[in-house]
């Protein structure tokens, strides 16, 4: 939230100036009585349900949200859009953490997940974009030819990548959080 509040205020999303966050506490405390809740995941199935009209949240998730509001032939209609304003871009991947206990398995796993027709289905599934150029063609149009899911690049050209704070900084930002989220 921080990234996208200091955007919106023309500020540098990854700003380390501690005033920089101040500035974007004060705006999401003004915000903060227009919330009803803050939670990561819960949004999906709320969107879906018509239990809540406006969330922040992650494309994909948007997308799964809009195909089982349709699947369960609801009334709720569900678009994505980013700010014009832009937005953090996020990524999804696969890693292999140093002291595996099988690398051979893990990279037997990523060939095959790396497999065109297998990450299609992956991105046909979680309605997120991959990154396989010889999966494109093998996605669902109604997947690949979405904005949301595979941004144009007018629309990339808005997104920005964060980067990770010193530890210092992301104390006080945890700070700052908490009084957004209590509303103190």
């Known amino acids: 939230m921080y990234a996208v509040a200091l955007n919106y205020l023309g500020k540098d999303p990854n700003s380390r100036d501690p005033k920089d966050y101040a500035a974007a506490t004060d705006l999401l405390i003004k ?20 239990d809540i009209c406006v969330a922040i949240g992650y494309s994909g998730d948007v997308l799964q949200a809009r195909a089982r509001a349709r699947e369960a032939k609801t009334k709720v209609n569900l678009a994505y859009v980013v700010p014009k304003e832009g937005s953090q871009v996020w990524f999804d991947l696969f890693t292999i953490p140093v002291d595996a206990p099988d690398p051979e398995a893990a990279y037997a796993f990523l060939n095959f997940m790396l497999k065109p027709e297998v ?4 991105s046909n599934y979680t309605k997120y974009a ?10 669902d149009p109604s997947v690949r030819d979405d904005p949301a899911a595979y941004p144009p690049a007018a629309l990339a050209g808005r997104l920005f990548v964060t980067t990770t704070k010193d530890q210092a900084l992301l104390r006080e930002v945890n700070r700052q959080w908490t009084r957004v989220l209590t509303g103190l």
């Open 31 to 50: 915000l903060r009585p227009y919330v009803r809740k803050f939670h990561s995941s819960e949004y999906v199935d709320a969107l879906a349900n018509g």
């Open 119 to 122: 990450i299609a289905k992956a």
């Open 130 to 139: 991959n990154t396989n150029s010889a999966a494109t063609r093998l996605v």
